[in-house]
């Protein structure tokens, strides 16, 4: 981690949690697929969290990948942090303006450049992998097929008929949903009965 200390107590633990979530076997997957695109050995013997972020943490090669992928990415050679974070958003805007990635598939900077979350930056490679193939792109497959929208359309009559079905969530013999009467929440409680 870049110049962060190490984490105590309830941040410890989330970090514990985070680091479980990763998956070898995924991140041998990108790391190849990184590569067949790119046409070069990246990663060297470089494995596991550590070795994943040592090759990218700098945005080079992710800039690089980029530029593979049809972008046009001038690459920050310098070593300067603020220089080499700058490589990781220009790709991450990449992935979201020219692939389509969606946002929510993408990583942060900081969870790679001070390795706060590896795991998000192999999920975001899929999804590259995944957007890049769908959009017909000469490259392999990663991860699963993109799904497709299937909206669904019905007419007025269907609707209507919807509308007349007897729904069993409300309990059967009833005809009306929960209701708050008799509830008289905000009112005083009422300890003795007065009845007249």
Request: hydrophobic letters at 35%; a positive charge; aromatic letters at 8%.
């Amino acid at each position: 981690m870049a110049n962060r200390s190490e984490s105590f107590g309830l941040d410890r633990e989330i970090q514990m949690k985070i680091n479980s979530k990763y998956d070898e076997e995924k991140e041998k997957e990108a790391r190849q697929w990184i590569e067949c695109v790119m046409d070069e050995r990246v990663f060297e013997d470089k494995t596991g969290p550590d070795g994943v972020h040592d090759i990218l943490r700098d945005g080079k090669v992710l800039c690089r990948l980029a530029n593979a992928l049809g972008g046009n990415i001038k690459i920050n050679a310098q070593s300067m942090p603020f220089k080499q974070m700058e490589n990781i958003s220009k790709f991450l805007k990449f992935c979201e303006e020219t692939l389509g990635v969606a946002k929510y598939d993408l990583f942060q900077t900081v969870d790679l450049y001070e390795k706060r979350n590896m795991w998000n930056v192999i999920c975001c490679i899929t999804a590259v992998g995944r957007r890049a193939f769908a959009m017909g792109m000469e490259v392999p497959p990663l991860g699963p097929k993109e799904s497709k929208k299937n909206p669904r359309r019905f007419t007025e009559e269907q609707l209507n008929e919807g509308k007349s079905h007897i729904s069993l969530q409300m309990g059967v013999g009833s005809s009306a949903g929960a209701t708050q009467a008799g509830h008289h929440f905000g009112r005083a409680r009422q300890i003795v009965n007065n009845y007249k």
